[in-house]
C-alpha cells in the first residue's frame, strides 16, 4: 500500500488550527502559572461567538470571524477577573486554580449545550469543492485557513520578538519568579496573556468549526490534544507549542494510514509519553 | 419506604465505591502532593482485572478471549496488584517531573486506556464490554439482603482504607511524603530519597483505585468503556476538595456528600418543572460547587489539622529512617 | 492550601450544605412512587451527542400515554412518565435505574441506548422491572433477551445482514465498511462483514471511526483508497452527515449504504443532491397507524419524527398491554406477558381496542407504528427492512428485504 500524501495534508490542516489554540494555552500556563481547563472552552465560545454573528445576524463570515475576537477576549477577561482574579489576590496555588477551572469548563460546556443544543451547526460560507492539486486534495477554505494560521504565527513572532510587551511575556513564561522580582506588573501582563491566548483561541475555535462543524463539545475534545502540544513543545514555550501542535495533528492524520482509526484520540498522548521519556523538556528542549 | 431504602442503599454502595476512590487520591494528592489527574485509569485496571479474573471462559460468541471463573476474592486481590503494577509504569517516566507533567500524562495514560479497552476485543469484550461478573457469596446470602450486605463489604473497605490512612499519617513513612508535599528541597537536604518515597505513595494510592474498581466490578456485574471516563476522576477530585484533602474523613465526607449531591438532584424535575434542562443544570451546579468551594473554603469542610512547626521538624528530623 | 482572610465560617458552610441536602432527600421521599398512579420509566440520555434520542422518544412515549390515560389508563390507573437520563455513562445509567425500579416503583423502563443497555440489564433482571429498549440495536442481546429484556428495535445482526444483501443484489461486489467505535455501530458493522462475505464480496477496507470527532477527512481517505463503488456507513446522524459532507467536499465519489440511524428525511435533506442513488435501510412503514402517529409527533414537535419514536410508541403500548393481560401493574407479572400481547391473536392496533378485547378474554396481537412488532422469546423483533434509495432531498422506498431473505 502505497503511502497517500492526502493524510499528511489533512494533518497539516489540522495540525496548524491546534498550534493556533495551543500558543494561546502555553501563554496562560506560562505566565499565569496554572493549566487552565476551561481553555478549550474559549474555543468553543468563539465559535460559537463568529456562529451567531454569522448565521443568526447574518453578516459576512470575515466580518463574523473578527467579531469572535472581542467578544471572546472580553468573556475571558471578565471570566479572570471574577473566578481567578480573587484567588490570585490570596495567593491560591496552582492547583487551587487548576480545580476552578476544571468547574469552569463544565459551566460554560454545558452553558453551550443549554443555549445552542448538542446539535453540530455550520458557519454559512460558500460550497466547499476540493480543487485536485499534486495529487492530492484540498479546498479553498482550507487553504484560506492554513495561511491565516500562518500568518497568526508570524505575527505572534513579531510580537513576542519586537514589542517590549512581548519580551516581558516571554521572560515571564520562561521564568516567573525572575521576572516579579524584576518588578514587571504581572497583573498588565497577565491580562494582555488573556487578551493575546483568547484571542488566538477564538480564531482557532472559528477555523476548526470552519473546517468541520460548530459543537458544545468541540473545545473540550481538543483540550487533551492541545495539552499534548503544549507538553511536546515545553511548557511556556510558544515556538513549541507551535511545532508541537502542528506535529501532533500531523502524527494523528497519518496514524488513519497504519493504525486503526479508532486508536486516532490517543496517538497524540503515546507520542506525548514517549517525548517524556525520552526528552522531558520538550522537543525544542528549552530551558523551562 | 422498604424501595425508598433499598435506593438509599445502592446509592450509599456507590459513595462507598467513591469513598475508597477518594481515599487513594487523598494519598496520592493529601498526603505526597501528586497531582494525578488519571486517577479514574487504576479503578478501570482493578475492574477490568478482577472481571477476567472471575468471568467463566468465552462461548463461541463472546468476544472476549479470556476468562478464568477464579473465585471472587482472587479476582478483588488480581485487581489491586494490577493497579499497583499500573501505578510503577506510571510512575516511572513521570515521578521525577514537575507535578504539572503527571497531571497531563495521567489524563493521557487514562485516556489511551480507554481506547485500549474500546479496541481490544480479546481482552476486555471491547465497546460491548464484559457481563455476567459474578458477586461474592451470591448463592448464600438471601437475595433480598444481598443489596445490605455488599454495602456491608464496601463499608469493610471504606473502614480499612481509612484505617491505613491514618496509620499512614502517624507513621514515620508518612511524615516524610508530607515533608516532600510541603518542601521537596528540604527534604531532599534531609537526605531523603523522595523518587522512591512518592513511588510507594502513588503505588498505594492506585491499589486503593483498584479495590474501588473490583468492588465496582461486582456491583454492577458488567464493564463497559463508558463506565470509565474522565468524569470519574473530576467527580473523585470534587469529593476530595469539597471533603477537605490531607484529611481522611474529608476524603470520606467529601465523596459521601458528592454522590447525595449527583442523585438528590435527580429530583429536581419533580419540585420545579424545569423540564429540559435539568440535566444541563445539574451539570453546570456542580461545576459551582467546586467553584465556590474553592473560593470560600479552599481547605474544605474537614481541612487537615495542623501541625505546629516544631513538631513538624521533630517528626521530619526523627522521622525517617 | 491557602488560608485566605474571606472564609465563610466552617458551621455556617456545614449547615447550609445540609439543609439543602435534606431538603432534596424529603422532596425524594415525595417524589413518584404514588399509589395512585402507575409508573413508566424512561431511561435515555439527555445530554451529549445523543441527547436527541431522549429528547425525542419521549415526545413519542407521551403520545402514547396521553392515549392510554386517555382510554382508562392501565389496569384503570393513570400512567405517569418518569424520565432519567443515563449521560451515555454506564455509572450514572445503573444508578438511574435504581432510582427508577426502587423508589420511583416503576412498572417497566423504556431504554436506554445500545451504550447502556447491556450494562444495566441483569440489573434490571435482579429488580424484576422488564426493560423494553426502543433504540437498541447490539447484538450482544441477540442471545440474551427475553425473560426481563425486550426490545422493539431490529437487531443490529439483521440490519447489518439486510445492508450486506442490498449492496449484494445490487450487483457491487468489493465494498468498503465504515462504522461508528461504540457499541451500536460496531455489531452492526461486523455483521455487514460477515454477511457479505458469506454472501460471496469482497471488503476492501474496514475502517472503525471515533464518534463526535470533527474531521473525517484521514478515515474517508483510508476507506476510499481502493475506489470501492459502494461504502456501508453506520453513524449516527451527527457524525453521518459530517462524514457525507467531507466526503462530498472531497469528490470521492461510490455510492452509499446508510444505516437506519440517518434514514429520516431531514438528512436527505440536508444532505441533498450528492446523496442522489445512495441507499438507506429502514424499517418498513407502518402503514396508516405509522402516518396517524407521524402526524401527532409533528404537532406536538414540529419536525417529522426521528429515528426510533414509533419503536418508542409501540414499546410503551406494548407495556400498557401487557399489564391489562397480567391484570397487574407489577413489573415481575406483565413482563411475561409481552411476548404474548404482540403476536399470535386478533390484530389490535390501539390501546382501548387491545384492553377491549384482553377484557373479552381474547389473546391479542398489537401490530404498531413501527410495524408488526412480534416479539421472539429471545425478546427479540424478527423485522423485515424497507430499502430506500436517495432522490437528492428525500428517501423513496424502492425495495424490502423480508425477514426470512435473512437467515444466511
Known sequence: ?288 | MLEQLSFMTSVATVAGIYAVLALGLNIHWGETGLLNFGHVAFFAVGAYTTAILTIPSPTATQAYSFGFGLPVVVGIVGGCIAAGLVAVLLGIPTLQLDEEYLAIVSIGLAEILRHVMMNENWLTGGVAGLYGIDRPLRGVIPPEAYDFFYLGLVVLAVGLCYAYSRRLKQSPFGRVLRSIRDDEEASIALGKHTFRYRMQAFVVGGVMAGLAGALWAHYATALTPTAFGANITFLTWVGLIVGGSGNSKGAILGAGLIIAFREATRYLPDLYGLGDIIPTLRLILVGALVIVTIRYRPDGLLPERDISYAEYCKRVEYGGE | MVNGDKQVDRRTFLQTTAVAGGAFSVAGCMGGGGSDTAVLGMLQPFTGEVAWVGESSEVAMNIAVDQINEAGGMNGTDIEIVTEDTETNQQTAISALRKLTDSDGASAILGPTSFTLPAVMDIAQESQVPIISPTAGTSVLDDRGGNYIFRTSASDSLGGKAMARIARDNGYEEIAVMYVDNQGGRSFGQTVIEGFEALGGTITTEVALTPGKSSYRSELTEAFQDEPEFVSLTAGTQTGQIILDQWDEQGLGGVWGLSNDMQTDSFAADVGAPLEDSYAIGPLPGGEKYDEFAAEYESRAGESPQPFTPEAYDAAMLAALAAEAAESNSGSDLAGEIPAVSKDGETVTSFQAGADALDNGTEIDYDGASGPVDITSQGNIRSSFAVFQSTGSEWEQVGEIAADSLDF
Open chain 1, 1 to 288: 500500500m502505497a503511502f497517500d500524501p492526502q493524510f499528511l495534508l489533512n494533518g497539516v490542516i489540522v495540525g496548524s488550527t491546534i498550534a493556533l489554540a495551543a500558543i494561546g494555552l502555553t501563554l496562560i500556563f506560562g505566565i499565569l502559572d496554572f493549566i487552565n481547563f476551561a481553555h478549550g472552552e474559549y474555543l468553543t465560545l468563539g465559535a460559537y461567538a463568529a456562529l451567531v454573528a454569522n448565521v443568526a445576524l447574518g453578516l459576512p463570515f470575515v466580518v463574523a470571524a473578527v467579531v469572535a475576537i472581542p467578544i471572546t477576549v472580553a468573556l475571558a477577561l471578565a471570566l479572570d477577573r471574577v473566578v481567578f482574579y480573587p484567588l490570585r489576590r490570596e495567593g491560591a496555588g496552582a492547583l487551587s486554580l487548576l480545580i476552578t477551572s476544571f468547574g469552569l469548563s463544565i459551566i460554560l460546556r454545558n452553558a453551550v449545550e443549554m443555549v445552542w443544543s448538542s446539535d453540530p451547526r455550520r458557519f454559512d460560507v460558500g460550497g466547499a469543492e476540493a480543487m485536485a492539486i499534486a495529487g492530492v486534495r484540498i479546498t479553498a477554505v482550507q487553504i484560506a485557513i492554513v495561511v491565516v494560521s500562518l500568518v497568526l504565527m508570524i505575527a505572534i513572532h513579531l510580537l513576542l520578538t519586537r514589542t517590549t510587551l512581548g519580551v516581558t511575556m516571554r521572560a515571564t513564561a520562561s521564568n516567573r519568579s525572575l521576572a516579579l522580582s524584576s518588578g514587571v506588573n504581572t497583573e498588565r501582563i497577565v491580562t494582555w496573556t488573556w487578551v493575546i491566548g483568547a484571542g488566538l483561541t477564538a480564531i482557532a475555535g472559528v477555523l476548526i468549526g470552519l473546517n468541520t462543524v460548530v459543537r458544545p463539545s468541540m473545545g473540550f475534545g481538543l483540550l487533551l490534544v492541545m495539552f499534548a502540544a503544549v507538553i511536546l513543545g515545553g511548557i511556556g514555550d510558544p515556538y513549541g507549542a507551535m511545532l508541537g501542535g502542528l506535529s501532533i495533528g500531523i502524527a494523528q492524520e497519518v496514524s488513519v494510514a497504519f493504525i486503526s482509526a479508532s486508536y486516532k484520540p490517543a496517538v497524540a498522548f503515546t507520542i506525548m509519553v514517549v517525548l517524556l521519556l525520552w526528552k522531558p523538556e520538550g522537543l525544542r528542549g528549552a530551558d523551562t
